[in-house]
């Protein structure tokens, strides 16, 4: 992601660890200077963004993890990295159903970030994104690897979640 400095106006490229919640920090590599600086709201939504396509990429590296998806209401499936064995139509009526239990739950509980189901075996993990929008991981294990448990423990305390 390329950020200006905020002393001197000079481009400085970033990687995805120089982004802290929602602030820009690194040194600029013209002046030296020590930026630490909110996004813009759309530079937060592409890194968001980014950070989903990059779990979505890793998701082969964990043999815990079986896959993942963004369901949409409106869209339906809009990323997927799930197993060949389950059909579109599996998938869309999966995330069908997990977002009604989830939107079920925050209709009696709006406090609650996230919910894990399980279904033969399988750790489904879901939050939503934002109304309407819901992430699914699916893990062999109650329990996340280190990157997608950070990863989901962010979606869960986003405040725009609140009904």
């Given at each position: 992601?390329?950020?200006?400095?905020e002393?001197c106006?000079?481009r400085?490229q970033?990687?995805?660890?120089?982004?802290?919640?929602?602030?820009?920090?690194?040194i600029?590599?013209?002046?030296?200077?020590?930026?630490?600086y909110?996004?813009?709201?759309?530079?937060?939504?592409?890194?968001?963004?980014?950070?989903?396509?990059?779990?979505f990429?890793?998701?082969?590296?964990?043999?815990?993890?079986?896959?993942?998806?963004?369901?949409?209401i409106?869209?339906?499936?809009?990323?997927c990295?799930?197993?060949?064995?389950?059909?579109?139509?599996?998938?869309?009526?999966?995330?069908?159903r997990?977002?009604?239990?989830?939107?079920?739950?925050?209709?009696?509980?709006?406090d609650?970030?996230?919910?894990?189901?399980?279904?033969?075996?399988?750790?489904?993990?879901?939050?939503?994104?934002?109304?309407?929008?819901?992430?699914?991981?699916?893990?062999?294990?109650?329990?996340?690897?280190?990157?997608?448990?950070?990863?989901?423990?962010?979606?869960?305390?986003?405040?725009?979640?609140?009904?």
């Amino acid at each position: 992601m390329i950020v200006f400095c905020e002393d001197c106006g000079d481009r400085n490229q970033v990687c995805p660890a120089h982004i802290v919640k929602g602030r820009a920090v690194f040194i600029c590599h013209a002046c030296g200077y020590h930026n630490d600086y909110l996004l813009p709201l759309l530079q937060q939504k592409k890194q968001q963004e980014n950070r989903v396509d990059y779990l979505f990429q890793v998701l082969d590296r964990y043999p815990q993890m079986m896959g993942g998806f963004i369901y949409d209401i409106s869209k339906g499936i809009t990323i997927c990295r799930m197993p060949d064995l389950l059909l579109p139509e599996d998938i869309h009526s999966l995330g069908s159903r997990l977002a009604q239990s989830l939107e079920q739950g925050l209709a009696a509980m709006p406090d609650i970030g996230s919910m894990t189901v399980l279904i033969s075996d399988k750790y489904f993990f879901v939050a939503r994104e934002k109304k309407g929008q819901y992430l699914v991981l699916v893990a062999l294990t109650p329990n996340l690897p280190e990157p997608f448990c950070r990863f989901f423990m962010q979606y869960t305390h986003k405040k725009e979640w609140q009904i």
